[in-house]
């Protein structure tokens, strides 16, 4: 049984790395307070769903544009200074997102602007934060710490929604905005107590020298190095195939409404499921680290994830949609064991993803990859919930899951084998 555990090594040989994963882990719970809170704060102002998902539309434009440039600031400044002024920018939008709150300026536009800005902040820290842990920890051990990662970010994302309603309900928009700053402390202190980590020298004939002045071009031969490099290359490109083929979210809240019966609550559980199954895969990442052939890995997790997406889209077509007056307790038990499966199968492949681009890139171009890393996470999933979107409106939910599940499926293994390289990967010898 210990050998199948989580693998806390990481966290035994790397006191910086400890204090990293605990503050990144009481922030990133603290995160999805704020996340929940102001989606009703803004359905409370407005009474409209547009309105809330406009604030998806915030947060992902600054993102996009700037984890890419923001990686590039990754690779030419010291990692521990990026990641801590991008932090302390975080801290102090959060700061004032509590003090809108108390203060009561009930502003949607307010809002709007300070999600963008919090965006923005994240865009740069997330690849600082990502590009510091290879030099916390000798290459073995990368599976074992990004699943030590995944697992305390699905915690989050399980326990922090709940969390959030709670404090709502109790004391108000205000009262969950100052816990998350308070807990954003965390992440500060955890950076804050870093040693220095400066840029290394490249070594790579085809990469430019890590000093060049930060602006477009540093960008762009970020990805013409991407372009060249079939591994990490591949690695976006198969999470692409998951993402915007097959993303199942935006099919839940009609699951709960016309298929399964229990609206909103049901569409709450089909959630929960999806992220229980990435806490499970994470608690018995003990044989990850003894995985060599990460290519390999990723392909058949990917494989499990368009099974278990066609199998909750089966779940729907044989339930139909009948719009039940109760919950329908045997098909909402086969979809989430489904969606538990698809959420493990997540897990599992975005620990050897990162460890593969945490590995196999080289120092002086780890920001930059982790910038696209940032983009394709986030962007990937939001086309997807339009492919499927625009599929359910045509064929219905259970079969536009059906379809984009199968649909992944073949493109994830023409993808395998038009790049022989990439199943053939191995960690012990990595080739970017």
């Known amino acids: ?26 922030s990133n719970l603290g995160a999805q307070l704020t996340v929940v809170a102001v989606g009703l704060q803004v359905y409370d102002l407005t009474g409209s769903t547009l309105a809330v998902g406009t604030l ?19 690779d030419h400044y010291d990692r521990r200074k990026v990641s801590l002024l991008a932090s302390s920018v975080l801290w102090l939008v959060t700061v004032a997102i509590a003090l809108q709150a108390w203060l009561h300026a009930d502003s949607v536009h307010l809002l709007y602007g300070l999600v963008a800005l919090q965006s923005a902040a994240f865009a740069i820290n997330n690849p600082a934060r990502s590009a510091i842990i ?45 816990i998350d ?24 004939d085809t990469a430019t020298a890590p000093r060049r002045a930060v602006g477009l071009r540093s960008v762009l031969d970020g990805l013409r190095y991407l372009a060249t490099r079939p591994n990490l290359r591949t ?5 692409l195939c998951a993402m915007v083929l097959s993303f199942p979210r935006v099919l839940w809240p009609a699951a709960g409404v016309v298929y399964l019966g229990g609206g909103s609550a049901t569409t709450g559980v089909l959630a929960a499921s999806f992220a229980a199954g990435g806490i499970l895969a994470s608690l ?64 599992i492949s975005s620990v050897f993803r990162q ?17 696209v890393f940032i983009v394709v996470v986030a962007g990937g999933p939001r086309l997807g919930e339009m492919v499927l979107g625009a599929e359910a409106a045509w064929l219905g939910e259970g079969w536009a899951a059906v379809v984009g599940g199968l649909s992944c499926l073949v493109a994830l293994w023409v993808v395998a084998r038009l790049t022989p390289r990439f199943w053939r990967y191995d960690a012990r010898h990595p080739e970017p």
């Open 134 to 178: 290879p030099r916390l920890l000798p290459a073995h051990l990368m599976p074992a710490a990004n699943a030590l990662q995944t697992l305390t970010m699905n915690v989050a994302l399980t326990g922090g929604p709940l969390a959030a309603s709670a404090l709502v309900y109790t004391g108000g928009y205000a009262w969950a905005y100052t």
């Open 181 to 204: 700053a308070l807990m954003f402390t965390a992440a500060l202190w955890a950076v804050w107590r870093l040693p220095d980590i400066p840029p290394q020298p490249g070594t790579d």
């Open 56 to 74: 998806g539309l915030f947060a992902l434009v600054p993102l996009v544009v700037l984890g890419l440039y923001g990686g590039a600031l990754v």
């Open 284 to 347: 018995f990442s003990g044989p990850f680290g003894r995985i060599h052939r990460h290519g390999r890995a990723i392909v058949w997790a990917i494989t499990a994830w368009s099974v278990s997406v066609v199998a909750f889209g089966v779940v729907l077509v044989l339930v139909g949609r009948t719009e039940p007056s109760g919950v329908m307790l045997g098909a909402l038990a086969a979809a989430c064991v489904a969606l538990a499966l698809a959420g493990g199968s997540d897990a």
């Open 1 to 26: 049984m210990p050998r199948l555990l989580a693998d806390l090594t990481p966290l035994r040989v790397s006191p910086e790395y400890r204090r990293l994963w605990w503050g990144l882990g009481v």
């Open 235 to 239: 690695s976006f490109v198969v999470d």
């Open 355 to 371: 460890s593969i681009l945490q590995t196999a890139a080289p120092d002086h171009m780890r920001g930059r990859l982790q910038g």
